[in-house]
Protein backbone atom coordinates (compact mmCIF):
# COMPACT_ATOMS: atom_id res chain seq x y z
CA UNK A 1 0.00 0.00 0.00
CA UNK A 2 2.79 2.40 0.90
CA UNK A 3 4.47 1.72 -2.58
CA UNK A 4 1.29 2.23 -3.89
CA UNK A 5 0.49 5.48 -2.49
CA UNK A 6 4.06 6.38 -3.53
CA UNK A 7 3.80 5.83 -6.84
CA UNK A 8 0.52 7.70 -7.19
CA UNK A 9 1.78 10.71 -5.64
CA UNK A 10 5.41 11.11 -8.25
CA UNK A 11 2.62 10.22 -11.14
CA UNK A 12 0.73 13.20 -9.95
CA UNK A 13 3.69 15.73 -9.63
CA UNK A 14 4.71 17.67 -12.34
CA UNK A 15 7.37 16.69 -14.53
CA UNK A 16 10.86 18.53 -14.01
CA UNK A 17 11.27 20.65 -17.07
CA UNK A 18 15.12 21.34 -17.96
CA UNK A 19 16.36 25.13 -17.21
CA UNK A 20 16.26 26.00 -20.59
CA UNK A 21 13.00 25.39 -20.88
CA UNK A 22 12.10 28.81 -19.49
CA UNK A 23 12.97 30.72 -23.34
CA UNK A 24 12.45 29.81 -26.35
CA UNK A 25 15.28 29.08 -28.66
CA UNK A 26 17.34 32.08 -29.61
CA UNK A 27 16.87 33.70 -32.87
CA UNK A 28 20.34 34.05 -35.24
CA UNK A 29 20.22 37.48 -35.99
CA UNK A 30 23.79 37.33 -37.65
CA UNK A 31 26.84 35.43 -37.71
CA UNK A 32 27.79 36.27 -34.13
CA UNK A 33 24.39 37.95 -32.63
CA UNK A 34 21.68 36.09 -31.39
CA UNK A 35 18.52 37.47 -29.39
CA UNK A 36 15.32 36.04 -27.29
CA UNK A 37 12.68 38.06 -29.07
CA UNK A 38 9.63 38.44 -26.42
CA UNK A 39 5.58 38.81 -26.20
CA UNK A 40 4.10 41.69 -25.73
CA UNK A 41 2.19 42.67 -22.19
CA UNK A 42 2.82 42.70 -18.52
CA UNK A 43 5.58 40.15 -16.77
CA UNK A 44 3.80 37.41 -15.69
CA UNK A 45 4.02 34.08 -13.45
CA UNK A 46 2.81 31.70 -16.17
CA UNK A 47 5.84 33.65 -18.50
CA UNK A 48 8.49 33.48 -16.38
CA UNK A 49 8.72 37.09 -16.53
CA UNK A 50 9.59 36.81 -20.34
CA UNK A 51 8.48 40.01 -22.07
CA UNK A 52 11.07 41.62 -23.55
CA UNK A 53 14.04 41.23 -26.09
CA UNK A 54 17.32 39.80 -24.94
CA UNK A 55 20.54 38.48 -26.44
CA UNK A 56 24.23 37.72 -26.51
CA UNK A 57 27.39 37.80 -28.96
CA UNK A 58 29.50 35.34 -29.93
CA UNK A 59 33.57 35.81 -30.51
CA UNK A 60 36.30 33.63 -31.18
CA UNK A 61 37.36 34.12 -27.71
CA UNK A 62 34.28 35.24 -25.64
CA UNK A 63 30.86 35.69 -25.01
CA UNK A 64 28.71 39.00 -24.35
CA UNK A 65 25.06 38.85 -22.72
CA UNK A 66 23.14 42.06 -23.68
CA UNK A 67 20.80 42.22 -20.57
CA UNK A 68 20.44 39.48 -17.97
CA UNK A 69 16.64 39.10 -17.92
CA UNK A 70 13.78 38.89 -15.17
CA UNK A 71 15.96 36.67 -12.09
CA UNK A 72 18.62 33.77 -12.06
CA UNK A 73 15.96 31.29 -13.41
CA UNK A 74 15.49 33.07 -16.31
CA UNK A 75 19.58 33.48 -16.83
CA UNK A 76 20.08 30.46 -16.32
CA UNK A 77 17.72 29.25 -19.14
CA UNK A 78 19.44 31.46 -21.20
CA UNK A 79 23.07 30.10 -19.89
CA UNK A 80 21.76 26.80 -20.67
CA UNK A 81 21.05 28.32 -24.52
CA UNK A 82 24.07 30.11 -25.22
CA UNK A 83 26.12 26.89 -23.85
CA UNK A 84 24.34 24.75 -26.72
CA UNK A 85 25.59 27.35 -29.45
CA UNK A 86 29.31 27.72 -28.26
CA UNK A 87 32.05 26.77 -25.20
CA UNK A 88 33.70 30.37 -25.59
CA UNK A 89 33.10 31.75 -21.88
CA UNK A 90 30.58 34.84 -20.70
CA UNK A 91 33.05 37.63 -20.51
CA UNK A 92 30.63 40.49 -20.24
CA UNK A 93 26.67 41.10 -19.50
CA UNK A 94 25.64 44.52 -20.62
CA UNK A 95 22.87 45.95 -19.05
CA UNK A 96 20.72 48.15 -21.65
CA UNK A 97 19.02 50.20 -18.72
CA UNK A 98 18.44 49.97 -14.89
CA UNK A 99 15.19 47.64 -14.72
CA UNK A 100 14.53 44.95 -13.53
CA UNK A 101 13.96 42.39 -16.44
CA UNK A 102 17.38 43.93 -17.80
CA UNK A 103 19.28 43.02 -14.82
CA UNK A 104 17.70 40.74 -12.19
CA UNK A 105 20.06 37.95 -13.84
CA UNK A 106 23.45 39.53 -13.08
CA UNK A 107 24.22 37.07 -10.74
CA UNK A 108 24.05 34.04 -12.46
CA UNK A 109 26.57 35.37 -14.88
CA UNK A 110 29.08 36.97 -12.44
CA UNK A 111 29.12 33.54 -10.96
CA UNK A 112 30.01 32.18 -14.33
CA UNK A 113 33.04 34.64 -14.41
CA UNK A 114 30.81 37.87 -16.03
CA UNK A 115 31.77 41.15 -15.64
CA UNK A 116 28.45 43.78 -15.52
CA UNK A 117 28.39 46.95 -17.07
CA UNK A 118 25.70 49.70 -17.37
CA UNK A 119 25.98 53.20 -18.35
CA UNK A 120 27.10 55.50 -15.34
CA UNK A 121 23.15 57.21 -15.50
CA UNK A 122 21.77 53.73 -14.50
CA UNK A 123 24.07 53.08 -11.38
CA UNK A 124 22.16 54.99 -8.76
CA UNK A 125 18.55 53.34 -9.90
CA UNK A 126 19.99 50.44 -9.45
CA UNK A 127 21.46 50.75 -5.69
CA UNK A 128 18.27 52.89 -4.68
CA UNK A 129 15.55 50.77 -5.96
CA UNK A 130 17.25 47.53 -6.03
CA UNK A 131 15.18 46.29 -2.93
CA UNK A 132 11.99 47.37 -4.83
CA UNK A 133 12.63 45.55 -7.89
CA UNK A 134 13.56 42.47 -5.53
CA UNK A 135 9.88 42.39 -3.78
CA UNK A 136 8.48 43.75 -7.68
CA UNK A 137 10.16 40.03 -8.72
CA UNK A 138 9.22 38.02 -6.00
CA UNK A 139 5.31 39.58 -6.21
CA UNK A 140 5.07 38.40 -9.96
CA UNK A 141 7.02 35.19 -10.38
CA UNK A 142 5.16 34.08 -7.02
CA UNK A 143 8.70 33.88 -4.94
CA UNK A 144 8.93 33.89 -0.96
CA UNK A 145 9.45 37.11 0.48
CA UNK A 146 13.64 37.74 0.80
CA UNK A 147 14.48 35.03 -1.43
CA UNK A 148 15.08 37.78 -4.31
CA UNK A 149 18.45 39.62 -3.42
CA UNK A 150 18.82 42.96 -4.37
CA UNK A 151 20.45 43.80 -7.51
CA UNK A 152 24.73 44.63 -7.03
CA UNK A 153 26.40 47.79 -8.37
CA UNK A 154 27.73 47.13 -11.82
CA UNK A 155 31.17 46.21 -12.22
CA UNK A 156 31.97 49.37 -14.40
CA UNK A 157 29.70 52.14 -15.08
CA UNK A 158 31.05 53.91 -18.39
CA UNK A 159 30.41 57.28 -19.41
CA UNK A 160 31.86 57.09 -22.96
CA UNK A 161 31.94 54.85 -26.03
CA UNK A 162 33.41 51.31 -24.70
CA UNK A 163 35.22 48.81 -27.38
CA UNK A 164 34.97 44.93 -26.09
CA UNK A 165 37.18 42.42 -28.25
CA UNK A 166 35.38 39.30 -28.40
CA UNK A 167 38.12 37.64 -30.57
CA UNK A 168 37.73 38.60 -34.03
CA UNK A 169 34.32 40.50 -32.83
CA UNK A 170 33.94 44.31 -31.87
CA UNK A 171 31.39 44.68 -29.64
CA UNK A 172 30.83 48.89 -28.88
CA UNK A 173 29.31 50.05 -26.41
CA UNK A 174 27.80 53.56 -26.72
CA UNK A 175 25.97 55.78 -23.89
CA UNK A 176 23.04 57.40 -25.50
CA UNK A 177 21.92 59.31 -21.98
CA UNK A 178 18.89 59.77 -20.37
CA UNK A 179 15.76 58.13 -22.34
CA UNK A 180 13.26 55.21 -21.31
CA UNK A 181 15.16 55.52 -18.42
CA UNK A 182 18.21 57.09 -16.55
CA UNK A 183 21.69 55.89 -18.09
CA UNK A 184 20.26 53.73 -21.56
CA UNK A 185 23.18 52.32 -23.84
CA UNK A 186 22.90 50.29 -27.04
CA UNK A 187 25.53 47.93 -28.08
CA UNK A 188 26.74 47.73 -31.94
CA UNK A 189 28.54 44.39 -32.95
CA UNK A 190 31.20 44.60 -35.51
CA UNK A 191 31.84 43.28 -38.56
CA UNK A 192 27.62 42.31 -38.26
CA UNK A 193 26.33 45.48 -38.09
CA UNK A 194 23.78 44.41 -35.94
CA UNK A 195 22.90 47.13 -33.06
CA UNK A 196 20.94 46.32 -30.05
CA UNK A 197 19.58 49.19 -28.89
CA UNK A 198 17.54 48.00 -25.64
CA UNK A 199 14.01 50.23 -24.77
CA UNK A 200 15.66 53.24 -26.82
CA UNK A 201 13.50 51.39 -29.58
CA UNK A 202 10.33 49.95 -29.49
CA UNK A 203 8.25 48.17 -32.64
CA UNK A 204 4.80 46.43 -32.08
CA UNK A 205 3.63 47.62 -28.62
CA UNK A 206 3.35 50.96 -27.75
CA UNK A 207 6.03 51.94 -25.67
CA UNK A 208 6.14 53.20 -22.09
CA UNK A 209 6.70 56.93 -20.99
CA UNK A 210 7.48 55.60 -17.10
CA UNK A 211 8.43 58.78 -14.25
CA UNK A 212 12.23 57.90 -14.63
CA UNK A 213 12.00 58.46 -18.63
CA UNK A 214 13.12 61.34 -20.23
CA UNK A 215 11.22 62.48 -23.68
CA UNK A 216 13.42 64.76 -24.74
CA UNK A 217 16.41 63.04 -23.79
CA UNK A 218 14.32 59.76 -25.46
CA UNK A 219 13.78 61.59 -28.51
CA UNK A 220 18.06 62.07 -29.36
CA UNK A 221 19.07 59.01 -28.35
CA UNK A 222 16.82 57.57 -31.29
CA UNK A 223 18.53 60.58 -32.99
CA UNK A 224 21.40 59.88 -32.55
CA UNK A 225 20.77 56.00 -34.06
CA UNK A 226 20.78 57.38 -37.22
CA UNK A 227 24.56 57.01 -37.71
CA UNK A 228 23.84 53.26 -38.18
CA UNK A 229 20.77 53.70 -39.94
CA UNK A 230 21.32 50.59 -42.40
CA UNK A 231 22.38 48.68 -39.49
CA UNK A 232 19.97 45.78 -38.42
CA UNK A 233 18.54 47.00 -34.91
CA UNK A 234 17.52 44.98 -31.95
CA UNK A 235 14.67 46.80 -29.59
CA UNK A 236 13.66 46.26 -26.66
CA UNK A 237 10.51 44.99 -27.52
CA UNK A 238 9.33 43.92 -30.75
CA UNK A 239 10.92 42.37 -34.03
CA UNK A 240 13.79 43.40 -35.31
CA UNK A 241 14.34 45.46 -38.72
CA UNK A 242 16.11 48.38 -39.83
CA UNK A 243 16.04 51.77 -38.06
CA UNK A 244 12.88 53.26 -40.42
CA UNK A 245 10.90 50.14 -39.21
CA UNK A 246 10.85 51.95 -35.72
CA UNK A 247 10.19 56.07 -36.64
CA UNK A 248 6.00 55.64 -36.13
CA UNK A 249 6.68 53.31 -33.16
CA UNK A 250 8.66 55.53 -31.41
CA UNK A 251 10.57 58.78 -32.83
CA UNK A 252 7.08 59.85 -34.45
CA UNK A 253 4.79 58.83 -31.17
CA UNK A 254 7.40 60.70 -28.71
CA UNK A 255 7.68 63.98 -31.05
CA UNK A 256 3.91 63.98 -31.58
CA UNK A 257 3.15 63.66 -27.48
CA UNK A 258 6.05 65.79 -27.20
CA UNK A 259 5.00 68.82 -28.92
CA UNK A 260 1.36 68.19 -27.87
CA UNK A 261 1.82 68.70 -24.52
CA UNK A 262 4.42 71.23 -24.69
CA UNK A 263 1.82 73.50 -26.13
CA UNK A 264 -0.86 72.63 -23.57
CA UNK A 265 1.14 73.63 -21.25
CA UNK A 266 2.46 76.46 -22.77
CA UNK A 267 -1.32 77.79 -23.39
CA UNK A 268 -2.67 76.84 -20.06
CA UNK A 269 -4.51 73.76 -20.50
CA UNK A 270 -4.81 71.57 -17.14
CA UNK A 271 -3.99 68.47 -16.82
CA UNK A 272 -6.51 66.19 -17.58
CA UNK A 273 -7.37 67.90 -20.39
CA UNK A 274 -4.63 67.81 -22.37
CA UNK A 275 -4.83 63.99 -21.71
CA UNK A 276 -8.44 63.60 -23.22
CA UNK A 277 -7.63 65.36 -26.15
CA UNK A 278 -4.48 64.28 -27.07
CA UNK A 279 -4.88 62.16 -30.18
CA UNK A 280 -3.30 58.86 -30.18
CA UNK A 281 -5.40 57.14 -32.42
CA UNK A 282 -2.65 56.77 -35.35
CA UNK A 283 -0.68 54.13 -32.90
CA UNK A 284 -4.07 52.47 -31.80
CA UNK A 285 -2.67 49.29 -33.50
CA UNK A 286 -0.10 49.02 -31.42
CA UNK A 287 -0.09 45.96 -28.47
CA UNK A 288 -0.64 47.34 -24.98
CA UNK A 289 -2.38 50.34 -26.44
CA UNK A 290 -5.34 50.65 -23.95
CA UNK A 291 -2.75 50.24 -20.86
CA UNK A 292 -0.13 52.68 -21.45
CA UNK A 293 -2.11 55.47 -23.65
CA UNK A 294 -3.49 57.40 -21.08
CA UNK A 295 -0.39 56.59 -18.41
CA UNK A 296 2.05 57.60 -21.69
CA UNK A 297 -0.10 61.62 -21.85
CA UNK A 298 0.07 62.10 -18.45
CA UNK A 299 3.97 61.47 -17.89
CA UNK A 300 4.60 63.12 -21.15
CA UNK A 301 2.48 66.37 -19.23
CA UNK A 302 4.36 66.09 -16.13
CA UNK A 303 8.03 66.60 -17.67
CA UNK A 304 6.72 69.65 -20.31
CA UNK A 305 5.38 71.37 -17.02
CA UNK A 306 8.24 70.71 -15.32
CA UNK A 307 10.47 71.87 -18.25
CA UNK A 308 8.27 74.71 -18.13
CA UNK A 309 9.63 75.95 -14.69
CA UNK A 310 13.02 75.53 -15.06
Known amino acids: MLRLCLALIVLSMPALSPASDLMPAPRQISNHAWAWIGPYGPPTREKGGFRMNLGFVTGESAVAVIDAGYGEAMAEAMLTHIRRITDRPVRYVINTNSQPHRIMGNPVFRRAGAEVITATGAVERISAEG ?167 HQAYLQSEAAAFE
Open 131 to 297: PAFAATVEQVLGLDAGSVKPPQAPDRAIEAETQLDLGEVRLRLLPVGDAHTRGCLVALVEPDSVVFAGDVLYGGRLLAILPESRVRGWIQAFEQLREFREAQFVPGHGEPGILSAFEQTTHEYLTAIKRYMDQAVEEGVDLQDAIGSFDQSEWKGLADFEALAGRNA
